[in-house]
């Protein structure tokens, strides 16, 4: 197998987040900022900032808010109470702080061109992000905690490749941080799925060209409610193969076997996938979830190499801390492997049950991602 970028890597959790940000930005070192953060709904959308600036108070520090338009049918709309009091919180975080600025960066989710909507979401915000200046930030934050997945994986993707492009770049740190929780993931719904179904932006791997007649694997990484979703791309694809992918170990231990049974109709049944097909990785490791995708994919590559290898389409259907691992698997394959993602057209709560949220809430865990900088320096 070939050297991972991230073979050695840094993971930091809850119960280590604080002790980490009063050590790495302590106030001896000249240390700039660029946090980025999405606005929206989610209760957590403000947890990991409030933690870092409790921290770190004599910091300079340019808050970025991405502020996405979902459109004006948006079941999200529904909402904006919930996100008044979020943006209401986050005025009170920042100008508690006399160092902090705050700007905002706009992005449209979908374009109409005539009856057709087009999602452009995650092309609008590489282009945003390319051209955005960072030269003069030590360190740069980003919190995907209120955001949608074709946003952040877009925007994670264009600060890798921004900072591996330019000789001048190389040292910044760059962290991904979120507040994860398994349960409030559950019940945020999401509606209007996007009727195109193509590979997320700057992550195609060239599988889509009509002249790539190699061997097709999915991987679907599977999460609660995404039956109709992964049914949906599996006709789309007519993969050769197919190999789910589950979290295990997880918080709860039995929800891998939860999973199982909500997907046996159209895994066994339908799909007749074999048993040995399933593979399994730790719910909250997203670098191990690089890892055994990059294994597989690598594999996969070797058994077919008479056939010049195979393509690889990787579906994300679970969690924001393994849909970072197969960012990081993306972004470093970057030929003969394509993400996709179904954007949805907004969100809506379980029930409508906003304090079970606020409740669930109180168990959300951040866990913070060190992909680039003074960690890796040899």
Known sequence: M???????????SNKDINSFWSNHFNENDKRSVLFILG??????MNLVLKSFLEQSKFLDINCLLVEYNEGAESPSHKYKDLIYANITELNNI????NRTRYESLFIDIWKTEGREKRRI???????KIFNY???NYSDIIVDVSSLPRGIYFALIGTLLKKIDSDEKLKRKNLFVTVAENIEIDKRIDEEGIDERIKCIHGFGGGIEKESNKKPLIFLPVLGEKKTNDLNRLNTHLNPQEICPIL?????????SDSLLIDYHKILFDELRIESQNIMYVPEQNPFEMYRILSSTINNYNNSLAVLSGCNTAVAVFSSKLLTIGVLLAAYEKEEGLGVYNLEAQGYSIENEDIELLELLNENSEI???WLNGEAYEK
């Open 2 to 12: 070939n050297d991972l970028r991230w073979d050695s890597y840094v993971l930091i």
């Open 39 to 44: 606005k929206g709904f989610d209760i957590r």
């Open 94 to 97: 920042l100008f508690s702080n």
């Open 121 to 127: 979401g995650d092309r609008d915000i590489s282009e």
């Open 133 to 135: 200046d960072i030269t």
């Open 247 to 255: 979290p295990f170990p997880s918080k709860n231990p039995r929800r």
């Open 367 to 369: 866990f913070l991602m």
